[in-house]
């Protein structure tokens, strides 16, 4: 009778997880961002390049220099609308939510703007200024985008590290967060 175990008498099995656990415990050790998903709502059969998810999103990262927002960009695709928040620094964490409204960070404050469904992107530790207190992404707050779902880009604060930008779409649909660590891009898609 053929043993299933190997000669030196260790199965394949073993073998096989001994790297395995030693691989989760460097990556654990390494500091591998949490992140936090609330709830799901995906399609049967999505294109490869449509979001599918509905879900928050929240990222944590702790005991870093905030990243500085330098520019914020938006375009559309054939089934979606894509969001790019160009950083410098370290890439930050980062909150992705479906909200009733707009407010202004700080004050609380409504921000006038009208649209079917409002997505909110917080990024922290982060700041939307220079040291001298002059902004570094442009004008606003509020930014004409009229793309396929998304309408306006909404600068809603840049307070006490913490930068938010609200997304003003027609309608509520999937979306996607994507970190582009090389280029140190955050890349946020809506579908259409």
Known sequence: MRSSSPPGGRSSRFRLAVPLACI????????????TVVKETTSATPDSDTPTSTSEV???????????VTAVRY???????????????????YNVKWVDNLVQDGSGRPIDV??????????????AHDEDGRPTWGDGP????????????V?????EGRV??????ARQAAFQIEE??????????VAH
């Open 24 to 35: 989760a415990a460097v990556l654990t050790a390494c500091g591998v961002p949490t992140q």
């Open 58 to 68: 929240d990222v944590q990262r702790d005991g870093i220099e905030p990243a500085v």
């Open 75 to 93: 375009d559309a695709h054939d089934t979606y609308d894509r969001l790019v928040v160009d950083l410098a620094g370290d890439m930050p964490g």
């Open 114 to 127: 009208r649209g079917g469904a409002y997505l909110q992107l917080t990024l922290f530790p982060a700041n």
């Open 142 to 153: 509020i930014y004409p985008a009229k793309l396929g779902n998304l309408t306006n880009v």
């Open 155 to 159: 600068r809603t604060g840049d307070f």
């Open 164 to 169: 938010g930008i609200g997304l003003v779409l």
């Open 180 to 189: 582009q660590g090389s280029t140190n891009r955050l890349i946020l898609d």
